[in-house]
């Protein structure tokens, strides 16, 4: 896939900044049941409230005529919704469209990373929070750890251009793993980024308070162990890299709660129910579901509505860890 040369972005916010990425939720349900991303009893949206794939694929179309130059898809967890490869195949042949990648808990990569790759899936990202076989159930309340590496390996060897590792790291519970987890990256040749977990929706398994780790203090862990170097690499994404002496890897933070970077932010998110947001950390959204179901086909009245929302793309996020400010969990949203 190529972008056709010189297009004018036309998603331009009111801060100048140009959105040429969009999340795509396509489902908010989950096979696992992280504590920090859902609380213990949940409920999840009924059928009809989802987008369809058609529904999903004529939404991204509209916006990568209107500059989007990247999809990732997510969720809850995309793998769980049935023809994710159908999808992948749709969205991949979008003309102007850089890339479809995905963010995943890596379980059912097993029996689909090589279909997602012949579909036209580029990069993966998949989320490992412990190493620990007991720890993990506990922190995904359900899942094995070894169907995750069963899943990492199989990402390894499907040819992707990159699969990069993402832990999510709570002080006092696997604060202690990150060397462990670095390692276990650069063994895999894969990249990895450690994220500062984010007061998103009211949990019952710990206060978020608690167990906030600022991604400095993992950085100044990592140097004790690791030749790192700074790295100019920018992926799209808010990562910044550090790149492992002596490897291809590179080590990144995702440091939403102690380094804002809403400066660069280049993306807008669609919840699988067709709810456009415009910030990770605001709750106002709009309903480009309705536009969808009352106005098939009709891909000028959709541009339309996404251009007068971003007007309202708000300048930062402002999160709190002592309140839960945004009442939309993490698999709402479309991490
Ligand atoms: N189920 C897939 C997965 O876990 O990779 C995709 C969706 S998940 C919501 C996307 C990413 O968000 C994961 O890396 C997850 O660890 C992260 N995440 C979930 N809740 C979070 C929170 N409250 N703060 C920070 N990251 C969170
Ligand atoms: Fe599911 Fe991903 Fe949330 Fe874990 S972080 S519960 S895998 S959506």
């Not at 890339?99 to 993966?124: F, I, Y």
């Not at 070894?146 to 060897?157: D, F, L, M, N, T």
């Not at 380094?259 to 990770?280: H, I, P, Y």
């Amino acid at each position: 896939m190529k972008s056709p040369p010189n297009k004018t972005p036309s998603l331009v916010d009111p801060f100048g900044r140009t959105v040429d990425y969009l999340r795509l939720s396509v489902t908010d349900r989950c096979n696992l049941r992280c504590t920090y991303c859902m609380a213990e009893d949940m409920t999840f949206l009924p059928k009809q409230q989802i987008l369809s794939l058609e529904e999903l694929r004529d939404a991204a179309a509209v916006f990568v005529e209107l500059g989007i130059r990247k999809i990732r898809l997510t969720g809850g967890e995309p793998l769980i919704r049935c023809d994710i490869v159908k999808l992948v195949s749709s969205l991949a042949a979008l003309p102007g469209l850089d890339e479809v990648t995905m963010t995943t808990n890596g379980v059912l990569l097993p029996a689909l990373a090589q279909p997602l790759k012949d579909a036209g899936l580029s990069r993966l990202n998949i989320s490992i929070d412990s190493l620990n076989a007991d720890r993990f159930r506990q922190l995904t309340r359900v899942g094995d750890l070894h169907e995750v590496i069963a899943g990492i390996k199989a990402a390894g060897a499907a040819g992707f251009k990159k699969v990069k590792l993402n832990a999510v790291i709570l002080a006092g519970f696997n604060d202690d793993e990150i060397i462990d987890l670095a390692r276990f990256a650069v063994d895999h040749g894969m990249d990895i980024s450690f994220i500062e977990e984010m007061p998103l929706g009211e949990i019952n398994s710990h206060k978020r308070v608690n167990t906030q780790i600022s991604s400095s203090s993992l950085r100044d862990k990592l140097d004790s162990k690791f030749t790192l170097f700074d790295s100019t690499e920018t992926t799209g994404g808010p990562s910044r890299y550090l790149q492992v002496a002596n490897s291809e890897c590179k080590i990144g933070f995702i440091s939403p709660m102690s380094n804002n970077f809403c400066e660069s932010c280049n993306r807008v998110r669609m919840t699988a129910e067709g709810r456009l947001l415009l910030c990770l950390g605001n709750e106002h959204s709009i309903d480009l579901r309705e536009v969808l179901r009352s106005h098939p086909g009709d891909s000028g009245l959709l541009k339309s509505k996404i251009l007068e929302a971003l007007k309202d793309k708000p300048e930062r996020h402002y999160f709190d860890p002592e309140q839960v400010n945004i009442v939309r969990f993490m698999n709402m949203t479309g991490g």
